[in-house]
């Protein structure tokens, strides 16, 4: 596709299970971002990849959050034992110089 | 510690009229500054970029400023109309990584 794809883009869940999030950027671009977006707030950043570079995770709330970048493209976003706190809009968004980011249309994450 | 503030109050505005955002920022040192558009249940879209050596920056009805001495960007929309009501998004890049920060963005409503 020509834009980036986040699935699923609702995910209803219960409090202590595992979710995973997933993104597929535009082809050939290197940068990929994870964001959160609570209801009213701004975009929370939580982790940056840069090509084959160790990524930047200084904005992941807590240990139950991970993410990986297979092969320089498709990324998954794990949060593991959910909080009701972790409900919110999860956005990813790639770019080719990590200066113009083209984001997704974002997960709904409901943690019941 | 990095801040970028944006008017959290709504900005209502007559349509034809010249729209004028704010976004301040402090503790950033920015190359470069980004404004978004983000519309209810989507993702930002990319507007503008401005380089800290560029005073003012022009794309169709929009006009950007940036002025690092104040440490203030301003985002004009000139004969606005109806379409143009959404949320916008100052964004800059942390001085410690590669993290692109966004404010909390200022609510546009332009009605007929």
């Known amino acids: 596709g020509a834009g980036v794809s986040q699935s699923p883009s609702n995910k209803v869940t219960e409090k202590g299970k595992d979710v995973e999030l997933r993104c597929d950027p535009i082809s050939g671009h290197t940068a990929l971002y994870w964001y959160r977006q609570s209801l009213g707030q701004g975009l929370e950043f939580l982790i940056y990849?840069?090509?084959?570079?160790?990524?930047?995770k200084s904005g992941l709330p807590s240990d139950r959050f991970s993410a990986e970048r297979t092969g320089g493209s498709v990324s998954t976003l794990t949060i593991q034992r959910t909080q009701q706190e972790d409900s919110a809009v999860y956005l990813c968004a790639s770019s080719l110089m990590a200066e113009k980011l083209f984001f997704g249309s974002g997960t709904q994450l409901s943690v019941l | 510690s990095q801040k970028i503030e944006q008017n959290s109050e709504a900005l209502n505005i007559q349509e034809g009229k010249t729209a004028t955002l704010t976004c301040n920022y402090t503790?950033?040192?920015?190359?470069?500054l980004q404004w978004y558009r983000q519309d209810p249940g989507r993702g930002p879209v990319f507007l503008l970029l401005i380089r800290e050596n560029e005073k003012e920056k022009r794309k169709e009805r929009l006009k950007v400023t940036f002025d690092t001495t104040l440490k203030q960007s301003l985002f004009h929309i000139t004969a606005s109309q109806p379409a143009d009501s959404a949320t916008y998004l100052c964004a800059l890049r942390s001085n410690s990584g590669y993290a692109l920060n966004f404010g909390k963005g200022t609510s546009l409503l332009v009605t007929p």
């Open positions: 503790n950033y040192s920015p190359a470069y």
């Open positions: 990849f840069q090509g084959n570079s160790a990524p930047d």
